[in-house]
């Protein structure tokens, strides 16, 4: 199994940006898929971005295309979510979550095993 710690969330106005981090441990990191999820007050965890295990292939939620990008580096057992651009629709807590198959889809938080605690983003405006 694989352990998920976020890192680097904050304050910060809209138009600015902020980079997470997830840093892993415990299993090899490259056998697992990566996601981030988020979840406002109030509302129900939704998708926001993932990677495949060697990071060719990405997908994003449609309210955020253009603005984040995810990535990973392998070495460092590291993923990232480059954030720009932001909006105060984009406060909420972000959860990096890690996947050995997306047999159950690539979107839906059912396909992924582990999840980390979180790490909180506001954006002002």
């Known amino acids: 199994q694989v352990q998920l710690v976020e890192s680097g969330g904050g304050l910060v106005q809209a138009g600015g940006s902020l980079r997470l981090s997830c840093a892993a441990s415990?299993?090899?990191?490259?056998?697992?898929?990566v996601g981030w999820f988020r979840q406002a007050p109030g509302k129900e965890r939704e998708f926001v971005a993932a990677i495949s295990w060697g990071g060719s292939t990405t997908y994003y939620a449609d309210s955020v295309k253009g603005r984040f990008t995810i990535s990973r580096d392998n070495a460092k057992n590291t993923v990232y979510l480059q954030m720009v651009s932001l909006k105060p629709e984009d406060t909420a807590v972000y959860y990096c979550t890690a996947s050995r198959s997306w047999r159950r889809g690539v979107m839906e938080a059912i396909a992924y095993e582990y999840w980390g605690q979180g790490t909180q983003v506001t954006v002002s405006s």
């Open positions: 415990g299993d090899t990191f490259s056998n697992y898929a």
